[in-house]
């Protein structure tokens, strides 16, 4: 009995001991997790390096030794930031410069030199922001600053300013005050030296892709709710994996985590996964996901070789089959805006009185543009446009016009209609105008637009329409043939003739929509339909301009 108590009491001290080091190893381990750290250095008197470990080195300059002692000191260009003082662009102003053209990023935030406005440095996905502004008044560009900050979406800024801007600059980054670190260059003392750490949260890798509509529904609407009940405890970065690093990263996630349905979304965590373009179903797993992320000591997988990527997406690529990618172009086909566009056209050139062949002829041209612009957006051309705020623009731009034409053409619909209930008069299309009027428009439009400028204009707006909507079916199938015809040389041209087979039956629906909306208003049984139901044809037709507008609106607002 002694002997038991002795060895329970033993056993128990052993116990205390290993939760001990347990959580002394979770402590120290959680701590290096927790962030990077940020040694800011300047004012230095004397020409010795800094001695403190660190990530990333912020020199502000400001020594009170020779250019050419601070450029030895340096160390190597990805390693340091340079946010020099007003001083150092006085008399360091060569020196500043042959550091910029071997690589160093040297901050000057005002309109001055030739400098860079400011620098990002990312570390598991977690960024830090420097700027740099010498003047009392800056002359700079902040909607501009505004607009990166809400790109990057950083973790921490530092800003750099004097007393006399202080108040400006505070004011100007107010949006991201909670994570702003603001430093006053007059007031630092000599041999000055602070480190500040970027705080690391839990990552979510959200994956998608800039060209799906339901993807962008799920970014922009459907899950920010979520992000933001979380938003203090949580980190979420967005991928577009119609860039090929992005897909590699997700290509080794879906294996890691044995991702078997694969869906246009796909979010990870160290913790698991959610992949469903649901929008029900996302918001609850999400949610379950991000508090299992909460718990979960775990990190997210280690990095694995570019090979790795490359070798598991060309296995992809080997079990596609022809059908396999064809099926996918029929379904990316029904893309509601591409249908609108051309009945809209169409509808438009029998308004003005073109004759059928020139119908044909902007049509068949329309459906090439697509084709064209889908299969060179496949081989990569045009993505750096995808990713730039004016393709945004232009999308609600173009949508807008369009819709704003659909919804006068169904008022003037509706008036023809009640002009019809009215004087019970036979009468065209008239889109409610007098006919004098009408007739004038009409001439006006048809010298204005001559078969040159016509075909120009559906190049135009096939191009429009593909750059900014595709499908979303195909994402599973189409990143991969991107990825091979653009990375991998030797399987480039099978890839190719994927991404035109592909093409080639995502125009299917398109012509059929152009074909039935032709032939259907040159089919005599319709025509004399209409001519016995004039009230509900124009009814019907204001109806179906508003359908469309409502589809182009919808686009121009996401």
């Not at 994927?498 to 125009?507: K, M, Q, R």
Request: hydrophobic share 45%; aromatic share 12%; with cysteine.
């Amino acid at each position: 009995m002694v002997h038991w108590e002795l060895n329970l009491e033993k056993g128990g001290l052993m116990v205390k001991k290993l939760l001990l080091l347990v959580v002394l190893w979770l402590v120290f381990f959680s701590s290096l997790a927790s962030g990077y750290d940020v040694l800011l250095w300047g004012n230095q008197e004397e020409p010795a390096p800094p001695q403190e470990e660190f990530l990333l080195l912020g020199d502000l300059g400001g020594h009170g030794f020779s250019p050419e002692a601070w450029v030895d000191l340096l160390p190597p260009p990805e390693k340091v930031v340079i946010l020099p003082s007003k001083e150092d662009l006085n008399r360091s102003s060569e020196v500043l410069n042959e550091l910029s053209r071997k690589g160093y990023p040297v901050v000057v935030s005002d309109a001055l030199g030739h400098f860079v406005h400011s620098f990002s440095f990312t570390e598991n996905y977690h960024t830090a922001v420097f700027f740099n502004f010498l003047q009392d008044t800056p002359a700079a560009s902040f909607d501009r600053f505004l607009q990166e900050l809400q790109e990057k979406n950083p973790d921490l800024v530092v800003i750099f300013g004097t007393r006399g801007n202080r108040v400006l600059l505070e004011e100007q980054f107010a949006p991201f005050r909670d994570r702003i670190r603001f430093f006053e260059r007059d007031g630092l003392p000599r041999n000055f030296r602070e480190r500040i750490t970027v705080e690391e949260k839990p990552v979510l890798l959200f994956f998608y892709s800039s060209r799906c509509p339901a993807c962008r529904e799920l970014k922009e609407k459907v899950t920010p709710p979520v992000f933001e009940k979380y938003a203090d405890r949580i980190k979420v970065v967005y991928l577009d994996y119609t860039l090929s690093k992005n897909y590699e990263k997700l290509v080794l996630l879906e294996e890691h985590w044995k991702v078997e349905e694969k869906t246009s979304v796909e979010i990870f965590s160290d913790a698991g996964y959610v992949a469903t373009e649901d929008p029900e179903r996302i918001t609850t797993l999400l949610e379950e996901l991000i508090e299992k992320t909460l718990k979960s000591p775990r990190t997210l997988p280690p990095p694995r070789p570019p090979e790795r990527a490359e070798e598991l997406i060309f296995s992809r690529f080997r079990g596609f089959t022809p059908w396999v990618v064809a099926g996918a172009g029929f379904l990316d086909g029904l893309n509601p805006c591409a249908f609108a566009t051309i009945v809209f056209m169409v509808n438009l050139l029998f308004v003005l009185g073109h004759s059928r062949q020139r119908v044909v002829e902007i049509g068949v041209t329309y459906t090439l543009a697509v084709f064209i612009t889908y299969l060179l957006l496949g081989l990569g051309i045009f993505q750096v446009w995808q990713t730039l705020a004016a393709y945004r623009i232009v999308s609600r731009i173009v949508y807008g016009a369009m819709a704003g034409v659909l919804l006068v053409f169904a008022v003037f619909s509706i008036r023809d209609a009640i002009t019809y209930k009215k004087d019970r008069k036979e009468t065209g299309m008239t889109l409610g105008l007098p006919k004098g009027l009408r007739v004038k428009i009409n001439q006006y439009l048809k010298e204005s637009f001559s078969k040159r400028r016509l075909f120009a204009a559906a190049i135009v707006s096939g191009f429009a329409v593909s750059i900014l909507e595709a499908g979303c079916t195909g994402q599973v199938y189409l990143p991969t043939i991107m990825y091979i015809a653009r990375e991998i040389a030797d399987y480039r041209l099978k890839a190719i003739g994927y991404l035109v087979f592909y093409n080639a039956f995502f125009i299917i629906p398109l012509l059929a929509v152009f074909l039935s909306v032709f032939f259907g208003s040159q089919s005599k049984a319709l025509v004399e339909f209409g001519r016995k139901n004039i009230l509900f044809s124009k009814i019907a037709l204001a109806c179906l301009f508003v359908v469309l507008s409502i589809l182009l609106l919808e686009s121009a607002l996401a």
